[in-house]
């Protein structure tokens, strides 16, 4: 029995091992000038990733850089994951069918939506005296 815990313990280390000695297959790395840039890897167990970056004029004092990326790996239980984000002047908007999502919202009570209706057809006006 020690015996199968041992070497059932030596796969899992050589198996681990596997992972950390992956190699990059292909990667591309491009930087221009004026901000922008591009890179994308791969590697030999399945791991890949990208990003492009686009210097924006928000104003004209002001720019940023606008990312665009995803990246994907096989998760030690066989899943698929994958994850697309955009971060922008909006923040960082990751998207993946792994990732939580917000539940959906309550509608607003029968009641509520009278009383709100009729505060705007019925808007406050300040009475002199």
Same mark, same amino acid.
């Given at each position: ?45 399945? !791991? &890949? ?7 924006? %004029?928000?104003?004209? =004092? $002001? ?5 665009? #990326?995803?990246?994907?790996? !096989? &998760? ?7 994850? %697309?984000?955009?971060? =922008? $002047? ?5 998207? #993946? ?33």
């Amino acid at each position: 029995m020690k015996t199968a815990i041992i070497a059932l313990l030596f796969v899992a280390c050589a198996s681990a091992a596997e992972d950390k000695a992956a190699s990059i297959v292909s990667f591309v790395n491009q930087q221009n000038p004026e901000g922008n840039y591009e890179y994308a890897f791969q590697t030999d167990n399945g !791991i &890949s990733g990208n990003a492009q970056g686009q210097l924006k %004029t928000i104003n004209k =004092d $002001e720019s940023a850089v606008v990312v665009s #990326g995803g990246n994907s790996y !096989i &998760s030690p239980e066989g899943e698929s994951i994958s994850l %697309t984000y955009i971060a =922008d $002047e909006n923040g960082y908007q990751p998207q #993946g069918s792994h990732l939580p999502t917000p539940p959906a919202p309550i509608a607003i009570p029968e009641y509520i939506a009278r009383a709100i209706a009729y505060i705007a057809a019925h808007p406050y006006t300040e009475k002199k005296n």
